[in-house]
């Protein structure tokens, strides 16, 4: 089945503490994101990556940072989580830039 | 960069009604707008896109138009569901530079039985 996975789903943490959510597709796309979703502000872009070892900013980056080593996989890394980063997160992938993009299930990020 | 903005926010009909959801974009590079729908706790999924080569495109029960020169692009739901209660966003992709889509702050969508 064509999809893109996240884990955790859910997470509770604490100030300071590292943490990396995982992205995974199995379609064999180009382009994948990180996305921020907040009440009332949409859905805005942290990352996105081109293909394994190209990535660059979104909109609001600061705080994150990710990697693309391989094509399939793109995590996306709270070096030092604040409470501000509390939000639901999304990954998604689309064939290449400009194409329909394919959402997964979201992470809900809880930062004390 | 692109400013995309989106209205309602909230709009409400009665089973059977149109909806119709209006966004506007400020980048003419601009030519891929996509619409998603996201329902509660779930994630958000395409229902509809529309570039910069067409005027208007249907599927069903949804069209979206698009106004190039206005810049803005209308999603249109006829004969609404009580299923079709979700919110829903719009964006709008650049075909080149910095390659970020930019959404609009959604539109929650009430179809009342």
């Known amino acids: 089945e064509a999809q893109v996975t996240q884990n955790p789903r859910y997470l509770i943490t604490v100030t300071g503490k590292k943490l990396t959510v995982t992205c995974s597709q199995n379609?064999?796309?180009?382009?994948m994101s990180w996305y921020r979703q907040d009440p009332g502000l949409g859905l805005r872009q942290i990352y996105y990556?081109?293909?394994?070892?190209?990535?660059d900013k979104g909109d609001v980056p600061e705080g994150y940072k990710v990697s693309r080593k391989e094509k399939r996989n793109f995590p996306l890394i709270l070096e030092s989580p604040s409470p501000n980063q509390t939000s639901l997160y999304f990954c998604?992938?689309?064939?290449?830039?400009?194409?329909?993009?394919?959402f997964g299930p979201g992470t809900r990020l809880l930062v004390l | 960069g692109e400013n995309v903005e989106q209205h309602p926010s909230t709009l409400s009909v009665q089973e059977g009604d149109s909806a119709v959801i209006k966004c506007t974009y400020s980048?003419?590079?601009?030519?891929?707008f996509p619409w998603y729908k996201q329902e509660l706790g779930k994630r958000p999924q395409l229902i509809i896109d529309?570039?910069?080569?067409?005027g208007e495109k249907k599927d069903q029960r949804i069209a979206v138009t698009l106004n190039k020169t206005a810049k803005h692009f209308s999603l249109h739901i006829t004969e609404t569901q009580p299923e079709d209660s979700a919110v829903y966003f719009c964006?709008?992709?650049?075909?080149?530079?910095?390659?970020?889509?930019?959404f609009g702050r959604g539109t929650s969508l009430i179809v009342h039985p």
């Open positions: 998604a992938s689309s064939f290449q830039v400009g194409e329909t993009q394919y």
């Open positions: 379609m064999n796309h180009e382009y």
């Open positions: 990556s081109m293909n394994v070892e190209v990535t």
């Open positions: 980048d003419s590079a601009s030519n891929y």
């Open positions: 529309i570039r910069s080569n067409v």
């Open positions: 964006a709008a992709s650049p075909s080149g530079g910095s390659y970020i889509p930019t």
